[in-house]
């Protein structure tokens, strides 16, 4: 019988329901509106700068956000396709929510949460998730080098296939059921606070060298 902390997960991830397309200007992000179940294709709101926002039942398209986002709350949306790269959505929260195909780049999200979030198929380099609270959440076939898990505290998290080259998880708070599967963690910074994660595939030896370097020790491979 698995250890409960064994046990598999997936996040509970809501469907979006009925939607109704958004109107400009009502529907644009500004401080502290709150949408519910609007649907927004095809738009750029990168030169606006957000704080307050509320978004529950949402769906996000092809949509550029608005590249300051913080203290924002995200529920029960969709974001397809969406271009988040560089934005500052420190202290924000995100629930139930599927982030896929798309691009966060250098997104900040730091001191935030993440709950119930599938992030999927996305380019997520230099982002920073660092000293924020990740409870069931998957990040699958990601593009992650060189992410900031800093600080981070996880519960129910883990990655499928995805690069992880030069991330960071230097003094992550205690976590409980870490997985990592079939990951490139090359140069990972921070491993020995993964003690307790659980690795299965990938590059194993990439990682027995990255430990190794850690603890300072040499390693001579005999081939």
């Known amino acids: 019988m698995a250890r409960k902390s064994e046990v598999r997960f997936e996040p509970a991830v809501a469907k979006v329901g009925s939607l ?6 009502g529907d644009d992000p500004v401080d502290e509106l709150s949408v519910t179940e609007v649907e927004y294709r095809d738009v750029d709101f990168a030169e606006s700068h957000v704080y307050g926002l509320s978004v529950e039942g949402c769906l996000f398209d092809s949509v ?7 203290q924002a709350t995200i529920a029960e949306s969709t974001l397809r396709v969406c271009d988040l790269a560089n934005v500052q959505a420190d202290d ?10 798309g691009r966060i780049t250098g997104l900040s999200w730091t001191a935030g949460v ?7 198929s996305t380019r997520a380099d230099l982002a920073s998730f660092a ?7 998957v990040f699958r076939d990601c593009d992650l080098r060189q ?17 992880l080259t030069g991330a ?13 599967e079939d990951c490139d963690l090359t140069g990972l910074y921070g491993v020995s606070a993964l003690r307790g994660a659980t690795i299965t595939g990938g590059d194993l030896e990439s990682l027995a060298a990255t430990l190794a370097r850690e603890l300072g020790i040499a390693v001579e491979w005999n081939r």
């Open 64 to 70: 550029r956000f608005p590249s300051t986002l913080r």
């Open 147 to 163: 992410a900031d898990f800093q600080r981070t505290e996880f519960r129910n998290v883990r990655f499928e296939r995805c690069n």
């Open 92 to 101: 924000s929260t995100m629930l139930e929510s599927v982030i896929e195909h």
């Open 131 to 137: 000293e924020s609270r990740l409870r069931s959440v």
């Open 168 to 180: 960071r998880f230097a003094e992550t708070r205690p976590h409980q059921n870490l997985r990592f």
């Open 20 to 25: 109704r397309a958004a109107v400009s200007p």
């Open 114 to 120: 993440l709950r119930d979030v599938l992030i999927d």
